[in-house]
DNA sequence: TCGCAGCCTATATAATCTATAGACTTTAAC
DNA sequence: GTTAAAGTCTATAGATTATATAGGCTGCGA
């Protein structure tokens, strides 16, 4: 399962895709409207910021605002930030690798190889849904 | 990511698939060689038990065996039975669903269809992955 | 130079995961 | 029928992580 800071950090990411290039939203603005505890997202955001997904700008008027293309940030890249590895068990992860402690021997281990089939259908699909593509889809279906 | 509970239980279920038909095991034997904590295994193997995996046989000679043919365990069972869904959001899990907090209306949120894709992706994998599968390849690995 | 709004560190609270304790029940063997 | 082996069950301790909040600091714009 995701947490929720994950989550919000998506739903926070969405609402400034569609305020793309369109100046500095501030957090509170956000907070409201996405309905996340104002100094949770806070960090956040700050998080976003240092890896260099989104931008700031201090003082009045200011806020938060996309730096990245929203084509170019999908959901794996959010998820790993938020939430670390995506991969069910340390030992197949492929950016938070860690050795099984249960395993004895990983080259005998008759599990891993399900756990890798899963990783990879996961980073196919997640990182072929962007911000782009989830603000987009979600107007169209507003629409109907 | 699994919890240790759940690695414990397949670790588990793995070693008495290859004593399959041979009599009851018991959690002694188990925890030392899957160097698993003993108390903890108990209350493991109980629960598989009331799933009606294993059965278990008390008293002097007694411990625990495999109910269900290896072949007829997936990892889907037993994922589902130690930590819960295997969805990563609740809105789009089959087993435990629960409407997402932070959505205002499930319909136009363009997040889930991504997280529904994974979802049965999993399903897939992880439901060709049974016990036998799994001890099989164990033991292929092992001869090498 | 005033106040707005993000930056940063620390900490509180709650929930969950992992593990252990100990008394109870059933069974087999003698 | 007594004894010891082995699972059953309830309770709880301890550790870790997730979630949320507090409050002072810093930079920016008017």
């Known amino acids: 399962m995701l947490s929720k800071k994950c989550k919000y950090a998506i739903h926070a990411l969405v609402y400034l ?13 956000i907070a409201e409207k996405q309905r996340i505890p104002k100094k949770f997202l806070e960090a956040i955001l700050l998080e976003l910021r ?30 790993r930030l938020m939430d670390g590895a995506i991969a069910m068990l340390p030992c197949v992860s492929l950016n938070y690798y860690e050795p099984c402690e249960e395993c004895r021997d990983e ?23 962007t911000l782009e593509q989830i603000a987009k889809r979600q107007k169209i279906i507003g629409k109907r």
Chains 1, 2 share one sequence.
């Open 50 to 79: 240092n890896a260099k997904i989104l931008h700031s700008k201090k003082g009045k008027g200011g806020g938060y605002y996309l730096y990245k293309k929203p084509q170019d940030v999908n959901l794996i890249e959010i998820i």
């Open 107 to 129: 080259r005998t281990c008759g599990i891993r190889d399900a756990f890798i089939g899963v990783r990879d259908e996961t980073l196919r699909i997640l990182s072929e849904s």
């Open 17 to 29: 895709t569609d305020r793309y290039q369109q100046g500095p939203v501030h957090i509170q603005e």
